[in-house]
């Protein structure tokens, strides 16, 4: 099980590695996300990257979402399952929701901190 698992492309073990060479991409997850987070904003240095970077950075960020959100889902289930026994349905059900409300909220308040503390001239102004 652990040879088939370091060669899942979405883990950085070999896998990742092998396809990154494949596809002459070196730093293939962090250009990844940089390229996902320049799309929704529609920021023109999108259209730096080629048609064929944009492509293999649309499919690998594509991919990578629908696994790892199948597999989020699968532990949501998981922890479900596993808390109804002990402690019944609504308590089930409030601790994966609870965890995704903090995964999900997690990103925005790292946001406002550090404008904040840009803003302020604090130490992430340096």
Do not use: K
Request: charged share 15%.
């Amino acid at each position: 099980m652990t040879a088939w698992l370091n060669l899942v492309p979405l883990l950085q073990l070999d896998g990742y590695h092998m396809l990154a060479h494949a596809l002459r991409a070196a730093e293939l997850r962090t250009e990844t996300v940089r390229y996902a987070g320049l799309v929704p904003r529609r920021d023109p240095r999108r259209h730096t990257y080629g048609r064929a970077d944009r492509w293999m950075y649309a499919v690998y960020g594509s991919v990578s979402a629908v696994v790892l959100a199948g597999g989020y889902l699968a532990l949501c289930a998981v922890w479900f399952v596993t808390l109804d026994r002990w402690s019944g349905p609504l308590l089930a059900a409030a601790v994966p929701a609870l965890v995704t409300l903090l995964i999900l909220g997690f990103p925005a308040y790292a946001r406002r901190r550090t404008s904040r503390a840009v803003a302020s001239g604090g130490p992430a102004a340096g």
